[in-house]
């Protein structure tokens, strides 16, 4: 039996075996047979579609609270008032130093991000544009409904969250959901990243999955994919040196600038770039394939 041939029963076992997963999770069968065409499929790539569920492994960081919006349907979770580390003392010249003490309000996190099918429900009511349908292979495909949704720029993430009621996370409130009050390096804890944990470099997919695959990666808050998957806008203007002029309480950036902050990895993002603390920056109306969004919404 030729290798090819090999690869091919192995995927239809696996899809055949996990039929309830895969009937519900079609873009599984989908990106496999891709690789398979493409002459990229593995075993080890298999074992990472299925270990993205972590389905006989309970996650260790659960919700302080949860609640669920009206509008869209996204579960949100409760991260409560007070002080968290924010930033990295490792290296001066980078954008993340220093390390500084924060306090914040409490607040309410999207878990998942945002995902297709909810902005389609946006984009349904005439309060969002379409994201770049030209450009998004995943947007609007049935198969593709709940991979987050990308190619929606600074503009059309804020008027996704205004819509569902909500608002985008300043950058510290981002960084508190997802590394909690232990300045941890990852969203799980300090231990180093791996394919049960986190969609990036290293997991082979080299594309988003999605939004609530991963759950052992989740954040202290119970957050899902803070670490890799898309990188996520926030509401901050993007400057360097910020932290070392930031105020102590409810910090929310500079008042101006050019470009806007994003948070988290991405699917195609090395490990260095995607600890809690990591920063990065874009133009507001540049979209593309590994930037998404999630929302956040302050606690009564």
């Not at 993340?96 to 909810?118: G, R, T």
């Not at 803070?226 to 040196?241: H, K, L, P, S, T």
Request: charged share 25%; net charge neutral.
């Amino acid at each position: 039996m030729t290798k090819r041939k090999k690869l091919f029963g192995i995927l239809l076992i696996v899809l055949v075996s996990a039929s309830a997963v895969s009937i519900s999770n079609l873009d599984i069968g989908l990106r496999s047979w891709r690789a398979f065409r493409e002459g990229k499929l593995s075993t080890l790539r298999l074992r990472y579609e299925l270990a993205a569920f972590d389905i006989a492994r309970p996650s260790p960081n659960l919700p302080v609270d949860t609640k669920t919006s009206s509008v869209d349907g996204m579960m949100q979770v409760y991260v409560p008032e007070g002080e968290f580390i924010m930033g990295d003392n490792g290296n001066p010249s980078l954008k993340e130093y220093p390390e500084h003490p924060v306090y914040l309000d409490a607040f309410w996190m999207d878990k998942y991000e945002v995902s297709n099918a909810m902005y389609e429900k946006c984009v349904a009511s005439g309060a969002c544009l379409e994201p770049v349908p030209r450009l998004n292979p995943y947007y609007g495909k049935w198969a593709y409904r709940n991979l987050p949704v990308v190619y929606a720029n600074w503009y059309a993430a804020e008027a996704y969250c205004s819509w569902a009621g909500r608002r985008l996370p300043t950058e510290a409130e981002w960084e508190k959901a997802a590394r909690g009050t232990d300045a941890r390096y990852f969203p799980w804890g300090n231990s180093k990243a791996n394919p049960r944990l986190v969609n990036f470099s290293e997991t082979l997919f080299l594309e988003s999955l999605p939004v609530t695959r991963y759950p052992l990666g989740a954040s202290p808050y119970g957050a899902l994919n803070m670490a890799g998957n898309v990188r996520e806008w926030v509401a901050d203007w993007f400057y360097n040196r910020y932290y070392f002029e930031s105020p102590y309480e409810n910090p929310t950036g500079p008042e101006t600038g050019t470009e806007r902050s994003l948070r988290g990895g991405a699917y195609d993002a090395v490990l260095d770039d995607i600890s809690t603390f990591r920063r990065f920056k874009h133009e507001p109306d540049s979209a593309g394939l590994s930037r998404g969004f999630r929302c956040t919404e302050s606690a009564d």
